[in-house]
């Protein structure tokens, strides 16, 4: 309230420009969440219903407004005396007319008849009532359908008005005209003030509403308008479409109006309203339908839905176990990710989008492919996130690659062996993107929420176990969320591969595999294969590097290594057009679980820039012209990567 | 509605004789009460901020001090402090394209154009070189503006053309905006038709009407500049207009009537008309002196109150000097410098040195480098440090420096400070100007 307009004896201070303003903290809520601010375009709107605001428009009576055939006088009390209770319990009253003024004709008092108007309609009209006097004529049926003509019907109102204005603002007119042989109501006109919803102080007048009264009517899975909110609105957690619970239905909405949801089929309907017919209406949902409609899990409807017992304290992994059951799988994303590559490898796709006037195959391998990069490139971060818990826990880092996939323990590894467990236990090994290596990936990547199942329970098993020993795991704040990631992830990667699998299954193998060279390696593919496993070996070396040093390296050297991890990209396309595949061959000395020291650090960059080098130039010296032009590029990118790698590592001190 | 003014708690006024940073400053120098018709209002010189206050308020002598002790900050955590700020990049350079004049205004600061030196002319070179220099020096990606300054720019049209279409092409993605300040007496249509391709703002010297214009403003070869102006300002209705042009009057203690002169002026089509006083000029009897600024304050508030009428009643009155300062004042515009001089914009001369502006062309004491070898970034510096606000006196003292800067660096290092109670005046006026019209129903730019 501006200064100018003071109070007595209130001394005050009104901030006029923007700099003033932006200098104050001011208590309380701001004006736009006064409840006159709230959204109105939409219904039943964001903060609050405003249709409930007006329900109370005049003392003593409750209307609802949320129905087709009008509003209708709900409840009715004190100081109203004409109606009672009891008489509207059984035949309700509806609104059928109004006299008062507007806000769009604020001089003269109008009328409106309510005749085949819907709930919202009234309310409209009522919402735009200006403070003062109000009469309302209320009979039996929607509509009006009185004995009373228009005519009698507006004159009778308008005598209500005035000599309610007569009577000052506390006074109430009220005339109930009731059939003689049976007593009911045949309509009721009452004048009064609209009443202010706002006490003195400006804030909701807590007699006339009740905590929750405003946004009972909300949006939320209890009530009606729960149909009417599409993904990506507010109501985050109701699908739109689903898979059925047996999984013989693909796509199938959500909101659905069929008595067996999982065998009938649905109908297929474009337009919105022949959609809107088949779906739940508003009374199903609110008449119990919000209790039966199904839980969905990764799309999918399910009826039951149990939760695993939380594990007794002897199931949890004690603080040496998740770091060995960590260092473990840290090998498993290793093995995952080249896994993924080579199949990436093994198709048609090119390294680059297809033009956009490419034939339909062409374009559908490239995306099935690209998707399998990118869960590759997924594995990455979770291999990195993986030795970064490692890191918190004060755990060495783990580069090396799994030999088994899903092995179970052995007595060495310090991982703790559960009976009840089910293992994968696969050997590690390169497959081209075949069908059975698709089923392969999806298994991998299923999702378990329930611990201890699969390799996803793992995670899940790790995730627990901190989250429930906060004494045994003082870093748990940091770890949860990177586990947490990891899960959540794996998720997304299980219905990744499985759209893979549904896009290429229209396509032969043959049409979309690389057909694999039967001879051995020319010198030249020797060169190559070469040089993709010293770029492999590379990338292990400066990961392991990067966790010896931690974030002293300021992430340049993950940058680092994921610049190599280009290079290597882009030497094995080349290999692969000419039909080889890189072999991702073991180091002679595989990489152990330890901090490498910054001397040891030094040596092992200078032996590896070396090796590449040597590689390149050897290519250069014999390979294609294609070849040769990558060689050159890459000789000096390397260069200066190295250069700038072993800076750092240089900079660093030999700390673990 | 209450409020909860969460600066700083200080001693009441009366305990601290004392300092902003080290040195001593009035606590005076941070506030000024100002009454308006809509009540009585405080300003706050750290960030420009305005308050109103209740009559009641402004009586108590010991709320007031118990207010302004929670609103004015004495310590590092005010908005500017004593530090000049570091050298930005350059936003904005003028081209002095031609020293030399067609007129033989009697007031004229630059020596009709040569600013005391020979007349000549830029050569092609120099000004696509400084504009290699502007593109350069910018921010990235940020706009930047070309000017085109005299002397007269228009007697070397053909490089204006010609530094335009460079700057367009050179460019890149960036915006490049344009501005021209011309006495408007020899546009043609192939110049308004470039100032209406390529964004421009075009600011023309007139003075009033047709006989006040052409006493002050009078042709070299004789003639009437007025009747020129008016011949170029119909190529814009013809050719397209400019997307600002701008009236600039130029008013000398000689000028009658500004309300007059300001009704004249607008009623010719520009877009926006403002006044200018003449501080700095080889003829005394044509520039202001300290008497002289009373009646200019008093003609200016005269025009200041035709435009918050016309303002109150939801009709639009473009006079610029009431305009900017209302939007400054309501954005809270605070800074320690009159203007961007020597720090985001520079100005170049014909033979491409750079000076701090175009008023300063020549002056060696404002010389920031050269387009070809690269600006000065320590003279800028070294500006930027001297000429703090906070560092001048009187100027430290004063509630309104924020707003005022301290003055062009031009009028001040010949004349000294003779208008600061005039700046003063004026800067009060539209401060009440601004509060009745945020409080106005009809005037709803602040909404």
């Known amino acids: ?656 | 509605m209450s409020l909860q003014l969460v600066q700083l708690t200080l001693p009441s006024p009366h305990e601290h004789a004392s300092p902003i940073g080290t040195e001593n400053q009035s606590f005076n120098a941070e506030y000024r009460i100002i009454e308006t018709p809509v009540g009585p209002h405080i300003f706050i010189a750290d960030q420009s901020r305005l308050y109103a206050i209740d009559n009641a308020l402004s009586h108590s002598e010991s709320e007031l001090h118990r207010a302004l002790g929670e609103l004015i900050v004495l310590n590092e955590e005010r908005a500017i402090g004593l530090a000049p700020i570091a050298v930005p990049p350059l936003h904005s350079l003028s081209l002095n394209v031609a020293q030399a004049c067609n007129m033989a205004c009697s007031y004229c600061y630059a020596d009709e154009g040569r600013f005391g030196g020979k007349a000549r002319l830029m050569s092609e070179e120099i000004a696509f070189r400084s504009i290699d220099r502007l593109l350069s020096e910018a921010a990235e990606g940020e706009p930047v503006v070309v000017g085109f300054m005299g002397g007269e720019p228009m007697l070397h049209r053909e490089l204006v053309h010609a530094a335009t279409r460079y700057a367009a092409s050179h460019c890149g993605e960036r915006e490049v905006r344009f501005s021209l300040t011309t006495n408007g007496t020899l546009l043609n249509a192939c110049d308004v038709q470039l100032f209406h391709e390529f964004p421009f703002t075009v600011q023309i010297s007139i003075d009033g009407d047709r006989e006040s214009n052409d006493l002050a403003r009078p042709m070299l070869g004789g003639g009437s500049s007025y009747d020129r102006i008016i011949e170029s300002l119909k190529l814009f209705s013809i050719h397209g207009r400019p997307k600002q042009l701008s009236a600039r009057v130029t008013v000398t203690p000689l000028t009658r009537d500004l309300p007059s002169v300001l009704r004249h002026v607008m009623s010719l089509g520009f877009d926006d008309v403002g006044f200018a006083p003449v501080v700095v000029s080889p003829n005394l009897s044509t520039s202001f002196s300290s008497r002289d600024f009373e009646s200019f304050l008093a003609d200016m508030i005269a025009c200041g109150r035709i435009a918050l009428d016309e303002l109150k009643n939801g009709r639009p009155f473009p006079f610029t000097n009431f305009l900017t300062a209302i939007d400054e004042i309501h954005k809270g515009t605070h800074r320690p410098y009159p203007c961007g001089a020597g720090a985001a914009y520079l100005s170049v001369n014909a033979e491409g040195e750079v000076y701090a502006c175009h008023r300063l062309i020549d002056d060696p004491a404002f010389a920031m480098g050269n387009v070809r070898t690269g600006l000065d970034q320590e003279s800028r510096s070294k500006l930027l440090a001297r000429m703090h606000v906070d560092r001048m006196e009187p100027c430290r003292g004063c509630w309104a420096r924020y707003l005022c800067g301290g003055g062009c660096y031009h009028e001040v290092t010949r004349r000294g400070r003779l208008g600061c109670d005039y700046i003063r005046g004026w800067i009060e006026f539209c401060i009440s100007a601004y509060a009745e019209l945020s409080s106005s129903n009809q005037y709803t730019h602040f909404s």
């Open chain 1, 1 to 656: 309230m501006p200064a100018n307009n003071s109070e007595a004896n209130a001394l005050k201070i009104f901030p006029r420009n923007l700099t003033a303003r932006a200098d104050h903290i001011v208590r309380g809520n701001p004006t736009n969440s006064r409840p006159e601010s709230g959204v109105q375009n939409c219904f039943p709107g964001l903060e609050l219903d405003l249709r409930n605001i007006e329900q109370v428009f005049l003392r003593g009576l409750v209307f609802e407004y949320h129905r087709e055939d009008g509003a209708i006088l709900s409840r009715v009390g004190s100081p109203i005396r004409s109606v009672t209770s009891e008489e509207i319990t059984n035949r309700p009253l509806y609104l059928w007319a109004m006299y008062g003024r507007n806000k769009t004709d604020d001089d003269e008092p109008s009328l409106w008849g309510f005749r085949s108007q819907n709930g919202l309609d009234v309310w409209a009209k009522i919402h735009d009532l200006l403070p003062g006097r109000v009469a309302v004529l209320l009979g039996p049926a929607p509509g009006f359908s009185s004995p009373l003509d228009s005519g009698s019907a507006e004159t009778l109102l308008r005598a209500a008005y005035d000599n309610g204005v007569l009577g000052g603002s506390d006074a109430i007119v009220e005339l109930a005209v009731r059939e003689e042989s049976t007593s009911l109501i045949q309509y009721v006109v009452i004048s009064q003030n609209r009443s202010d919803y706002l006490d003195q102080q400006g804030v909701l007048a807590p007699d006339l509403f009740p905590p929750g009264e405003l946004t009972k009517s909300l949006c939320a899975p209890w009530v009606y308008d729960f149909r009417d909110c599409v993904c990506f609105y507010w109501a985050s957690n109701k699908p739109d479409i689903v898979d059925s619970e047996n999984g013989k239905q693909s796509f199938v909405n959500f909101l659905r109006k069929v008595s067996d949801r999982t065998e009938s089929p649905p109908q297929d309907v474009t337009q919105y309203r022949g959609r809107r017919n088949l779906e739940l209406s508003y009374e199903n949902m609110v008449n119990g339908w919000w209790e039966k409609l199904p839980v969905v899990l990764n799309d999918r409807e399910s009826t039951s839905f149990s939760v695993a017992p939380t594990p007794s304290l002897t199931e949890y992994l004690t603080r040496d176990q998740v770091i060995a059951e960590l260092t473990y799988l840290a090998t498993v994303e290793h093995a995952l990710i080249v896994e993924y590559l080579y199949a990436v490898y093994s198709t048609l796709a090119s390294r680059l989008p297809p033009a956009a006037d490419a034939d339909e195959n062409t374009r559908t391998i490239f995306a099935a492919t690209n998707e399998v990069f990118r869960v590759a490139v997924d594995e990455m971060r979770h291999f990195r996130w993986a030795n970064e818990v490692l890191k918190i826990l004060g755990a060495p880092p783990s580069v090396d690659r799994a030999s088994t996939i899903g092995q179970p323990p052995t007595p060495e590894s310090g991982r703790k062996l559960n009976l009840t467990r089910k293992y994968i236990s696969r050997p590690f090994a390169l497959k081209p993107l075949t069908r059975e290596t698709q089923d392969w990936f999806i298994e991998v990547e299923a999702p378990s929420q329930v611990a201890n199942q699969d390799l996803d329970g793992m995670y899940v098993a790790i995730l627990e176990s901190v989250n429930f020993q906060p004494d045994l795991f003082p870093e748990r704040d940091r770890i949860l969320p990177v586990i947490k990631l990891i899960i959540d992830e794996g998720h997304g990667h299980f219905n990744r591969f499985s759209s893979v699998k549904r896009s290429l299954s229209n396509l032969s193998e043959s049409d979309y595999l690389r057909e694999l060279s039967t001879n051995p390696p020319t010198p030249q593919q020797e060169k190559l294969l070469d040089l993709c496993d010293a770029y492999y070996h590379s990338i292990e070396e400066v990961i392991q590097i990067t966790f010896s040093i931690g974030d002293r390296s300021g992430g340049l050297l993950l940058k680092a290594a994921v610049r190599t991890m280009e290079s290597m990209h882009e030497a094995s396309y080349l290999l692969a057009s000419q039909g080889v595949l890189p072999m991702f061959r073991r180091p002679p000395t595989p990489p152990t679980s330890t901090h490498f020291s910054r001397q040891h650090s030094l040596s092992m960059l200078k032996a590896r820039s070396a090796t590449i080098q040597d590689s390149l130039q050897s290519l250069e010296a014999i390979g294609s012209e294609d070849e040769k032009q990558m060689a050159n590029s890459q000789m000096a990118r390397t260069a200066a990567l190295y250069q700038q790698l072993q800076d750092i590592v240089n900079s660093s001190d030999d700390r673990p």
